[in-house]
């Protein structure tokens, strides 16, 4: 099997609008399936490249346990235990659901990267976009699921 990222609330097509900023804006629930070998610990990224002013992003968390299989909905901003989340492009800690200006729909990237390391190598309070480098330097395979949201 190959690493797999997964969303029951969407599978590729329209993100329900509860996922985002005309809705509830709250997290998707999301799963994956066969990291690879050697996994240490888990980043999930959310980025909109299609974004007026370039790529933009909605959530970073890290530091996600290697026997963690999902994060829930509506995952809290704050969490109690090694999990950690950057700062998003609104300015704060946790998610920010896809709101992108009326016109066509927006793609919404959420990449698992499964990382060799236990603790992610980041500044304090880091933005997402530090997240990302730094899984992807420290990367052993990645997932990507894909959805689709305009108004």
């Known amino acids: 099997m190959a690493f797999a990222l997964t969303s029951s609330a969407f599978a590729g097509s329209t993100i329900p609008i ?3 900023c005309a809705g509830s804006d709250s997290s998707p ?3 994956w399936s066969d990291a690879p070998a050697g996994t240490k610990s888990l980043a999930l990224v959310c980025a909109d490249p299609d974004a007026p002013g370039g790529t933009f992003y909605h959530w970073a968390v890290y530091d996600i ?3 963690a299989t999902s994060l829930p909905e509506h995952y809290p901003a704050e969490t109690r235990d090694q999990v ?3 700062i998003n492009g609104f300015g704060r800690r946790g998610y920010g659901g896809p709101c992108p200006p009326p016109g066509r729909p927006h793609h919404y990237r959420f990449t698992l990267y499964a990382l060799k390391l236990d603790r ?5 309070a880091p933005r997402c976009p530090d997240v990302e480098a730094a899984a992807q330097r420290n990367a052993l ?11």
């Open 18 to 20: 509860r996922h985002t």
């Open 29 to 31: 629930p999301l799963h």
């Open 65 to 67: 346990p290697a026997a």
């Open 84 to 86: 950690r989340q950057a």
């Open 120 to 124: 992610l190598p980041v500044p304090p």
């Open 141 to 151: 395979g990645r997932a990507e699921l894909t959805g689709l949201f305009g108004r």
